[in-house]
């Protein structure tokens, strides 16, 4: 018998790129002279236009310059979110 083939959860369903989304993901916070007490993930929401979807991760533009550049080399503000954070994604 074949195994049945699991699909993805709909919040990491590959969106279309110039899409704008608003993401809630939990950050994987780094903290250095801090309690213990205070060291966690952190609950987060951003929101941006799709840029770039690869298979761990993927950005959303809050700004960018607009210029004649390739889309891999525009300057801009990015966040860079791993999937695997994701507790929801919706479509603005």
């Known amino acids: 018998m074949r195994a049945k083939r699991k699909s993805k959860p709909a919040a990491l369903r590959e969106y279309k790129l110039g899409t704008r989304l608003r993401v809630e993901w939990i950050d994987y916070a780094g903290y250095v002279n801090e309690t213990l007490r ?3 993930p ?5 929101e941006g ?3 770039n979807w690869e298979e761990d991760h993927f ?3 809050s700004s960018q310059y607009i210029d004649n ?3 891999k080399e525009k300057s801009g503000d990015y966040t860079a979110i791993i999937k695997g954070g994701v507790t929801k994604i919706e479509i603005i």
């Not at 952190?42 to 951003?46: E, G, P």
């Open 38 to 40: 205070n060291a966690r």
């Open 42 to 46: 952190v609950k987060c929401w951003s």
């Open 49 to 51: 236009i799709l840029v």
């Open 59 to 61: 950005v959303l533009a």
């Open 69 to 71: 550049e390739p889309a």
